[in-house]
T-cell receptor
Framework: DTAVSQTPKYLVTQMGNDKSIKCEQNLGHDTMYWYKQDSKKFLKIMFSYNNKELIINETVPNRFSPKSPDKAHLNLHINSLELGDSAVYFC???????????????FGNGTRLTVT | AQSVTQLGSHVSVSEGALVLLRCNYSSSVPPYLFWYVQYPNQGLQLLLKYTSAATLVKGINGFEAEFKKSETSFHLTKPSAHMSDAAEYFCAVSRMDSSYKLIFGSGTRLLVRP
Protein backbone atom coordinates (compact mmCIF):
# COMPACT_ATOMS: atom_id res chain seq x y z
CA ASP A 1 0.00 0.00 0.00
CA THR A 2 1.46 3.32 -1.08
CA ALA A 3 1.00 5.88 1.70
CA VAL A 4 1.45 9.04 -0.38
CA SER A 5 1.03 8.63 -4.10
CA GLN A 6 1.58 11.20 -6.82
CA THR A 7 0.72 11.13 -10.48
CA PRO A 8 2.24 11.43 -12.94
CA LYS A 9 5.78 10.38 -12.11
CA TYR A 10 7.19 12.21 -15.12
CA LEU A 11 5.73 15.21 -16.92
CA VAL A 12 7.31 16.72 -20.02
CA THR A 13 5.60 19.70 -21.54
CA GLN A 14 6.19 22.89 -23.47
CA MET A 15 6.37 26.42 -22.21
CA GLY A 16 3.00 28.09 -21.90
CA ASN A 17 1.06 24.91 -21.26
CA ASP A 18 -1.10 24.21 -18.21
CA LYS A 19 -0.58 21.00 -16.24
CA SER A 20 -1.74 19.35 -13.03
CA ILE A 21 -0.14 16.99 -10.55
CA LYS A 22 -2.32 14.88 -8.28
CA CYS A 23 -1.56 13.65 -4.78
CA GLU A 24 -3.41 11.29 -2.49
CA GLN A 25 -2.56 10.00 0.97
CA ASN A 26 -4.14 7.05 2.74
CA LEU A 27 -2.56 7.67 6.14
CA GLY A 28 -5.47 9.58 7.58
CA HIS A 29 -3.28 12.66 8.04
CA ASP A 30 -4.76 16.11 8.45
CA THR A 31 -2.00 18.12 6.80
CA MET A 32 -0.61 17.95 3.28
CA TYR A 33 2.19 19.83 1.56
CA TRP A 34 3.81 20.57 -1.75
CA TYR A 35 7.59 20.89 -1.86
CA LYS A 36 9.76 21.82 -4.82
CA GLN A 37 13.21 20.27 -5.23
CA ASP A 38 15.48 22.08 -7.66
CA SER A 39 18.35 20.71 -9.70
CA LYS A 40 20.72 21.20 -6.74
CA LYS A 41 18.47 19.05 -4.55
CA PHE A 42 17.35 22.03 -2.47
CA LEU A 43 13.89 21.47 -1.00
CA LYS A 44 11.54 24.38 -0.48
CA ILE A 45 8.01 24.33 0.82
CA MET A 46 5.39 25.77 -1.51
CA PHE A 47 2.04 25.15 0.14
CA SER A 48 0.51 23.50 3.15
CA TYR A 49 -3.12 22.56 3.71
CA ASN A 50 -4.73 21.47 6.94
CA ASN A 51 -8.17 19.89 6.70
CA LYS A 52 -8.64 21.46 3.26
CA GLU A 53 -7.65 24.91 4.51
CA LEU A 54 -4.61 26.69 3.07
CA ILE A 55 -2.09 27.30 5.84
CA ILE A 56 1.13 28.14 4.05
CA ASN A 57 1.65 29.90 0.74
CA GLU A 58 5.33 30.59 0.37
CA THR A 59 5.77 33.40 -2.15
CA VAL A 60 4.87 31.09 -4.97
CA PRO A 61 3.80 32.68 -8.29
CA ASN A 62 0.07 32.91 -8.85
CA ARG A 63 0.47 30.49 -11.74
CA PHE A 64 0.64 27.76 -9.11
CA SER A 65 -2.71 26.92 -7.57
CA PRO A 66 -3.21 24.12 -5.07
CA LYS A 67 -6.58 22.54 -4.58
CA SER A 68 -7.67 20.23 -1.79
CA PRO A 69 -11.06 18.61 -2.47
CA ASP A 70 -10.79 16.65 0.77
CA LYS A 71 -8.11 16.10 3.37
CA ALA A 72 -6.78 13.01 1.59
CA HIS A 73 -6.08 14.85 -1.67
CA LEU A 74 -3.98 17.85 -2.60
CA ASN A 75 -3.55 18.67 -6.26
CA LEU A 76 -1.26 21.23 -7.85
CA HIS A 77 -2.25 23.06 -11.01
CA ILE A 78 0.32 25.11 -12.88
CA ASN A 79 -0.65 27.65 -15.54
CA SER A 80 1.55 29.07 -18.28
CA LEU A 81 4.51 26.85 -17.52
CA GLU A 82 7.97 28.41 -17.68
CA LEU A 83 11.42 26.88 -18.10
CA GLY A 84 12.22 27.71 -14.48
CA ASP A 85 9.38 25.52 -13.29
CA SER A 86 11.40 22.45 -14.22
CA ALA A 87 12.01 20.59 -10.96
CA VAL A 88 10.85 17.64 -8.93
CA TYR A 89 7.66 18.33 -7.02
CA PHE A 90 7.00 16.35 -3.87
CA CYS A 91 3.74 15.91 -2.09
CA UNK A 92 3.90 15.10 1.62
CA UNK A 93 1.58 14.63 4.56
CA UNK A 94 1.87 14.76 8.33
CA UNK A 95 -0.33 13.77 11.18
CA UNK A 96 -0.95 17.05 12.91
CA UNK A 97 -0.60 20.74 12.48
CA UNK A 98 -1.18 21.75 16.06
CA UNK A 99 1.58 23.03 18.30
CA UNK A 100 4.23 20.41 18.66
CA UNK A 101 6.04 20.14 15.40
CA UNK A 102 7.21 16.63 15.99
CA UNK A 103 5.12 14.94 13.35
CA UNK A 104 7.39 13.74 10.57
CA UNK A 105 6.51 14.20 6.94
CA UNK A 106 5.65 11.26 4.71
CA PHE A 107 6.68 11.95 1.14
CA GLY A 108 5.46 10.74 -2.19
CA ASN A 109 8.00 9.64 -4.79
CA GLY A 110 7.90 12.93 -6.62
CA THR A 111 6.87 14.22 -10.03
CA ARG A 112 9.71 15.22 -12.31
CA LEU A 113 8.49 18.15 -14.37
CA THR A 114 10.48 19.13 -17.45
CA VAL A 115 9.47 22.24 -19.35
CA THR A 116 10.94 22.61 -22.82
CA ALA B 1 13.94 32.37 11.83
CA GLN B 2 15.13 28.80 11.74
CA SER B 3 17.79 27.56 9.39
CA VAL B 4 19.85 24.48 8.86
CA THR B 5 23.40 24.18 7.54
CA GLN B 6 24.82 20.93 6.32
CA LEU B 7 28.59 20.98 6.00
CA GLY B 8 29.82 19.15 2.94
CA SER B 9 27.68 18.58 -0.12
CA HIS B 10 29.46 15.26 -0.67
CA VAL B 11 30.93 12.80 1.81
CA SER B 12 32.80 9.71 0.63
CA VAL B 13 33.61 6.78 2.91
CA SER B 14 34.79 3.23 2.46
CA GLU B 15 32.45 0.37 3.16
CA GLY B 16 32.74 -0.49 6.85
CA ALA B 17 34.03 2.95 7.83
CA LEU B 18 32.37 5.43 10.15
CA VAL B 19 29.77 7.72 8.62
CA LEU B 20 29.56 11.29 9.95
CA LEU B 21 27.23 13.79 8.34
CA ARG B 22 27.20 17.24 9.89
CA CYS B 23 24.22 19.44 10.61
CA ASN B 24 24.07 22.73 12.48
CA TYR B 25 20.84 24.56 13.15
CA SER B 26 19.76 28.03 14.07
CA SER B 27 16.54 28.54 15.98
CA SER B 28 15.33 31.14 18.44
CA VAL B 29 13.13 28.61 20.17
CA PRO B 30 13.68 24.95 21.01
CA PRO B 31 13.70 23.01 17.79
CA TYR B 32 12.52 19.69 16.57
CA LEU B 33 15.22 18.17 14.38
CA PHE B 34 15.00 15.48 11.75
CA TRP B 35 17.19 13.51 9.40
CA TYR B 36 15.70 12.26 6.16
CA VAL B 37 17.23 10.05 3.48
CA GLN B 38 16.47 10.20 -0.23
CA TYR B 39 17.38 7.30 -2.49
CA PRO B 40 17.58 7.95 -6.25
CA ASN B 41 14.22 8.70 -7.87
CA GLN B 42 12.38 8.38 -4.57
CA GLY B 43 10.83 10.64 -1.99
CA LEU B 44 12.36 11.38 1.37
CA GLN B 45 12.11 8.87 4.21
CA LEU B 46 12.45 9.68 7.88
CA LEU B 47 15.63 8.31 9.48
CA LEU B 48 15.18 9.74 12.95
CA LYS B 49 13.89 12.74 14.88
CA TYR B 50 14.74 14.69 18.01
CA THR B 51 11.81 15.97 20.04
CA SER B 52 13.39 17.09 23.33
CA ALA B 53 13.44 13.69 24.97
CA ALA B 54 16.78 11.85 24.87
CA THR B 55 19.60 13.81 23.26
CA LEU B 56 20.95 10.67 21.58
CA VAL B 57 18.42 9.51 19.05
CA LYS B 58 18.49 6.15 17.35
CA GLY B 59 16.97 5.73 13.93
CA ILE B 60 16.52 3.14 11.27
CA ASN B 61 19.28 1.29 9.43
CA GLY B 62 21.76 1.70 12.29
CA PHE B 63 21.91 5.50 12.15
CA GLU B 64 21.90 7.73 15.20
CA ALA B 65 22.24 11.43 15.92
CA GLU B 66 23.10 13.45 18.97
CA PHE B 67 21.51 16.77 19.83
CA LYS B 68 24.08 19.16 21.30
CA LYS B 69 22.48 22.41 22.33
CA SER B 70 25.78 24.08 23.22
CA GLU B 71 27.07 23.44 19.71
CA THR B 72 23.68 23.83 17.99
CA SER B 73 24.46 20.61 16.19
CA PHE B 74 22.63 17.43 15.27
CA HIS B 75 25.22 15.31 13.46
CA LEU B 76 24.26 11.96 11.96
CA THR B 77 26.51 8.95 12.48
CA LYS B 78 26.68 5.26 11.65
CA PRO B 79 29.52 3.08 12.92
CA SER B 80 29.94 1.04 9.76
CA ALA B 81 28.89 2.14 6.28
CA HIS B 82 27.15 -0.23 3.93
CA MET B 83 26.92 0.11 0.18
CA SER B 84 23.16 0.47 0.52
CA ASP B 85 23.65 3.66 2.59
CA ALA B 86 24.65 5.60 -0.53
CA ALA B 87 21.99 8.29 -0.85
CA GLU B 88 21.23 11.95 -0.25
CA TYR B 89 20.74 12.92 3.40
CA PHE B 90 18.81 15.94 4.57
CA CYS B 91 18.75 17.57 7.98
CA ALA B 92 15.62 19.54 8.81
CA VAL B 93 14.30 21.74 11.60
CA SER B 94 10.86 22.77 12.75
CA ARG B 95 9.86 24.89 15.69
CA MET B 96 8.20 23.55 18.80
CA ASP B 97 5.58 26.28 18.60
CA SER B 98 4.56 25.82 14.95
CA SER B 99 4.72 22.49 13.31
CA TYR B 100 3.60 23.41 9.87
CA LYS B 101 6.93 24.45 8.37
CA LEU B 102 9.85 22.09 8.01
CA ILE B 103 13.05 23.80 6.86
CA PHE B 104 15.54 21.56 5.07
CA GLY B 105 19.27 21.81 4.74
CA SER B 106 20.89 21.66 1.33
CA GLY B 107 21.60 17.94 1.61
CA THR B 108 24.73 15.80 1.73
CA ARG B 109 25.36 13.06 -0.78
CA LEU B 110 26.94 10.02 0.84
CA LEU B 111 29.13 7.93 -1.43
CA VAL B 112 30.26 4.52 -0.21
CA ARG B 113 33.36 3.01 -1.83
CA PRO B 114 33.75 -0.77 -1.98
Amino acid sequence: DTAVSQTPKYLVTQMGNDKSIKCEQNLGHDTMYWYKQDSKKFLKIMFSYNNKELIINETVPNRFSPKSPDKAHLNLHINSLELGDSAVYFCASSQELSAGGSSPLHFGNGTRLTVT
Amino acid sequence: AQSVTQLGSHVSVSEGALVLLRCNYSSSVPPYLFWYVQYPNQGLQLLLKYTSAATLVKGINGFEAEFKKSETSFHLTKPSAHMSDAAEYFCAVSRMDSSYKLIFGSGTRLLVRP
